[in-house]
């Protein structure tokens, strides 16, 4: 982002943005899926004896979590493009609000939820605040700049 910032080629901190996205969209529906249809078999690996509680806690975690990490995914590439561009305050407001809402949240829904409120906090969390990022990115100075056409003899 800040080399193409520098060269004035805005089109490519577009093009890496989306080919970001599409990068660890392929990394994660398949762990999100892998999480979701065969938790119990990764908790195996983990537990000395991964029937009874411990292994159903971990698989209610993995199925209410796991379908979500498309959801920061996204915000951690738009967030990438935010640090990248020097918009500090804005990549630190998105993060002090995920922040801020999974911890508030997660003591607000745990008092009727138990621990599946906590969990369910941190969704919510990543959504809101990757909207903001996204909308951080969507209105970042490179959506509004024009690319700058090479002078003869550039490459």
């Known amino acids: ?13 577009k093009a890496g943005f989306a080919a970001g996205l599409r990068l660890v969209f392929a990394i994660c529906v398949p762990l999100v899926l892998l999480y979701f249809f065969a938790g119990r078999q990764l908790v195996y690996v983990f537990l000395e004896s991964p029937t009874g509680t411990a292994a159903d806690i971990v698989m209610r975690f993995l199925r209410i979590i796991s379908p979500f990490y498309l959801i920061v995914a996204a915000k951690l590439v738009a967030d990438g493009v935010l640090r990248g561009s020097g918009l500090m305050k804005r990549f630190m407001l998105t993060t002090l609000i995920d922040l801020v809402l999974r911890v ?52």
């Open 1 to 13: 982002t800040a080399q193409n910032l520098g060269a004035a080629k805005p089109e490519r901190i």
């Open 104 to 155: 508030g949240l997660a003591k607000l829904f745990a008092s009727s939820l138990g621990t599946r409120g906590i969990w369910i906090a941190f969704p919510i969390g990543w959504a809101i605040s990757m909207c903001l990022s996204l909308a951080f990115y969507w209105n970042g100075p490179w959506r509004k700049a024009q690319p700058v056409e090479p002078a003869a003899g550039d490459n």
